[in-house]
């Protein structure tokens, strides 16, 4: 067995331990390694974005990149109680940035296109369940009280209908995350027949 | 104590190693049950297909590694399709991890005679979310200044006319959904919308239910869904490989889960009644 | 000042960005085009940000000796190692590789796959058909988990069909109503930051 396989073998025992031993010390000292290797990983991605498009753009004398360095730099702040409100413009800018671009193109994306696509013709009954299906769920959110989730009168049949295509909704993903979950699970028991077992594959 | 009382008491334990051994016994001897194809595979594998020679695609890695036994199948499906067709591959990626994986994915090919600047280049990881998307399609070299391997883009060819989005033939994101980043809700908002570049989501099974109203509206070009997807690609290409390889023991997952189910609620419905008059 | 000049950016900035889409004018265009490039290098320092805190927590755990504070310097010395050899050599350097291949990526599976047990064990406990909307979620995710396996099709020929109906019709149906109807929600809160009602982004007290 080679070192590579050596090293993922003793992880993967060492996190599987927790299903059999709940909390124990390699479970423990296998997750922090595994948190620390992940965050400094993110941690050198970022040096080398910061490295290329701020540091570099500097030396070469675009002093424009000075604002998001600065802007970046007042993250800091939040450590220090006294200054700590010196984060809010960076933050800001960030949220501001990030609704406005999710704004313009939501209208489209979630909203235009998708109300005018389902405007299908009514010539056969997949259509027309389609089309059923959408007008109810957007009336259970629309129609439905705050609070006691209750409709008055006759709409409650139209939005105990969009429930009842929300819940196939939900069940369709539910159905595709286990199928997402056990290939990892596949993966893995694959991984201990192959390489610990040495029972071909 | 009846059985169905002991039932529900049984030792999770028992029902994990349960699992354990019904996804290993088609993994040592595969069934090779036969597998139909999707029209949304079909649809994506006739797009690539009708590309021509040279035409350049970028592919954005944005899964993790955890998502890797999922989506390095549909990866190594579609990288194995854009190669046959001599396209030239652009790989990126939102989240910080996706870069390695890409690389990892890119690997195989390159012991195979792929050269790396001349065949595919590994753009890196680009920071700022959904709005250094946007700075992306807009100006490439405004977001990222080098390649995975620290190269100045200006210096490789296969950047020389490539600036925009718009530059390419065709955008694929492999994509898990990771919190905060290139959701694939983000690329859509950003590209194909925007610019009306042809696009494909190329996406874990979690996914695929939430991104079908895109692919109904037209909003994209295909969507790939699951290890499904991968294995049926594969079948596209007439080159089963780990996709395909698994779909025995996935069946075999399934069933388990399902049994589970069934299981569960006939012992649920069983014990109702003498809940009811309080005898459990 | 301390909360007015943040409000002023997000207005300003939140507006200008949503228009530059919109509206095809220079005076505009060229700016918001500016602020998107630099959010690569606000959101990297953000990162740093983030992983200083964590390196705060477990350096407090040491110094207080608290709980299993042993496995706060495995972190605290990992975690070093891995920003100073990634930042020295660079992330396509092969011990940088064979630690994020072995280490993380193992591990990443590992607790994926962790998770997919407990699913096995959350389907024989908990997913029970209590009312018809849980029979409804449970049938049609039972329908769609066959479908998208060979063993569907061999156990009876019309489950790929009946699968793909599923997903096609009722499923995308009411996945584009919540889009729509969840659409809505998002571009209203989007409003709220750009007019400066929604603060929750300044901290508490705002």
């Known amino acids: 067995?080679?070192?590579?396989?050596?090293?993922?073998?003793?992880?993967?025992?060492?996190?599987?331990?927790?299903?059999?031993?709940?909390?124990?010390p390699a479970y423990n000292i296998a997750e922090h390694i595994f948190v620390a290797v992940g965050a400094g990983h993110a941690v050198v991605a970022s040096y080398f974005v910061l490295k290329g498009s701020g540091w570099d753009q500097l030396a070469k004398g675009n002093?424009?990149?000075?604002?998001?360095?600065?802007?970046?730099?007042?993250?800091?702040?939040?450590?220090?109680?006294?200054?700590?409100?010196?984060?809010?413009?960076?933050?800001?800018?960030?949220?501001?940035?990030?609704?406005?671009?999710?704004?313009?193109?939501?209208?489209?994306?979630?909203?235009?296109?998708?109300?005018?696509?389902?405007f299908l013709p009514l010539t056969n009954l997949n259509n027309i369940i389609f089309i059923l299906g959408v007008v109810s769920v957007i009336t259970y959110f629309f129609f439905t009280q705050h609070y006691t989730r209750i409709t008055k009168g006759r709409l409650s049949v139209v939005t105990d209908l969009g429930q009842y295509f929300m819940m196939v909704a939900f069940g369709a993903s539910f159905g595709q995350a286990c199928m997402g979950r056990l290939s990892t699970l596949i993966d893995k028991v694959s991984f201990l027949l192959k390489t610990v077992l040495r029972i071909g594959v | 104590m009846n059985f169905w009382t002991k039932m529900q008491g049984v030792d999770a334990?028992?029902?994990y190693i349960l699992m354990m051994v019904a996804i290993a016994i088609p993994l040592v001897k595969p069934i090779g049950l036969p597998m139909r194809i999707?029209?949304?595979?079909?649809?994506?594998?006739?797009?690539?297909?009708?590309l021509p020679s040279g035409s350049k695609v970028y592919i954005s890695f944005d899964y993790g590694p955890g998502q890797g036994p999922e989506l390095n199948p549909m990866s190594t499906a579609v990288l194995n399709h854009l190669f046959k067709k001599g396209l030239k591959v652009y790989a990126m990626a939102s989240i910080t991890e996706g870069p390695m994986v890409a690389q990892s994915m890119l690997a195989p090919f390159e012991q195979q005679g792929k050269v790396y600047g001349k065949d595919f280049v590994n753009l890196g990881f680009f920071a700022g979310g959904e709005a250094g998307l946007a700075a992306l399609c807009q100006d490439i070299r405004k977001v990222i200044a080098r390649d995975f391997k620290g190269t100045p883009l200006d210096q490789l060819e296969m950047m020389k006319d490539i600036?925009?989005?718009?530059?390419?033939?065709?955008?694929?994101?492999?994509?898990?959904?990771?919190?905060?980043?290139?959701?694939?809700?983000?690329?859509?908002?950003?590209?194909?919308?925007?610019?009306?570049?042809?696009?494909?989501?190329a996406l874990n099974a979690v996914m695929t239910p939430s991104s079908l109203p895109f692919l109904q509206a037209k909003q994209?070009?295909?969507?790939?869904?699951?290890?499904?997807?991968?294995?049926?690609?594969?079948?596209?290409?007439k080159q089963p490989g780990m996709g395909a390889a698994l779909m025995d023991a996935q069946s075999a997952a399934h069933v388990v889960i399902i049994a589970f189910i069934i299981l569960g609620n006939i012992a649920y419905f069983s014990l109702r009644p003498k809940r009811r008059s309080g005898g459990i | 000042m301390r909360t007015g000049l943040a409000l002023v950016i997000a207005v300003v900035v939140g507006i200008g960005m949503t228009l530059d889409y919109f509206v095809k004018l220079p005076a505009l265009n060229n700016p918001m085009a500016e602020v998107r490039n630099w959010m690569p290098i606000v959101t990297s320092f953000a990162v740093i940000v983030g992983a200083a805190g964590l390196l705060n927590v477990h350096r407090r755990n040491?110094?207080?000796?608290?709980?299993?504070?042993?496995?706060?310097?495995v972190l605290w010395v990992v975690m070093m190692w891995t920003i100073v050899w990634g930042i020295s050599f660079g992330t396509a350097d092969k011990t940088y590789t064979f630690v994020f291949d072995n280490v993380?990526?193992?591990?990443?599976?590992?607790?994926?796959?962790?998770?997919?047990?407990?699913?096995?064990?959350?389907?024989?406990?908990?997913?029970?058909?209590?009312?018809?909307?849980?029979a409804v979620l449970l049938a049609s995710g039972a329908v769609v988990m066959l479908a998208q396996v060979p063993i569907g099709e061999a156990i009876y020929g019309g489950i790929p069909a009946i699968g793909d109906w599923i997903m096609n019709i009722l499923n995308t149906a009411g996945q584009r109503g919540i889009m729509i109807a969840s659409g809505i929600g998002f571009m209203t809160v989007c409003v709220r930051i750009m007019l400066g009602y929604n603060r929750s982004y300044l901290g508490s007290g705002q």
């Open chain 3, 62 to 73: 040491i110094q207080r000796k608290r709980g299993a504070w042993y496995n706060s310097v």
């Open chain 1, 63 to 118: 002093m424009g990149v000075l604002i998001p360095v600065v802007l970046g730099l007042l993250l800091f702040a939040r450590y220090f109680k006294g200054i700590s409100w010196l984060t809010r413009p960076s933050v800001a800018i960030v949220v501001a940035c990030g609704a406005g671009l999710g704004l313009r193109g939501s209208i489209r994306a979630d909203f235009l296109d998708q109300i005018r696509a389902s």
């Open chain 2, 38 to 50: 999707m029209p949304t595979t079909l649809q994506v594998f006739e797009f690539i297909e009708k």
């Open chain 2, 13 to 15: 334990r028992i029902i």
């Open chain 1, 1 to 24: 067995m080679d070192t590579a396989t050596i090293v993922s073998t003793i992880f993967t025992f060492a996190l599987f331990s927790f299903i059999f031993w709940k909390d124990n």
């Open chain 2, 163 to 201: 600036n925009k989005i718009t530059d390419f033939a065709l955008g694929v994101t492999v994509n898990s959904g990771p919190g905060g980043y290139g959701t694939p809700e983000v690329w859509v908002r950003q590209v194909p919308i925007v610019y009306k570049t042809p696009f494909v989501l």
């Open chain 2, 220 to 237: 994209i070009t295909g969507l790939l869904g699951g290890l499904r997807a991968a294995a049926e690609y594969e079948l596209c290409l």
């Open chain 3, 104 to 134: 993380l990526t193992s591990s990443s599976t590992t607790l994926s796959a962790v998770g997919a047990l407990y699913l096995g064990s959350s389907a024989f406990r908990a997913f029970k058909a209590t009312n018809v909307n849980a």
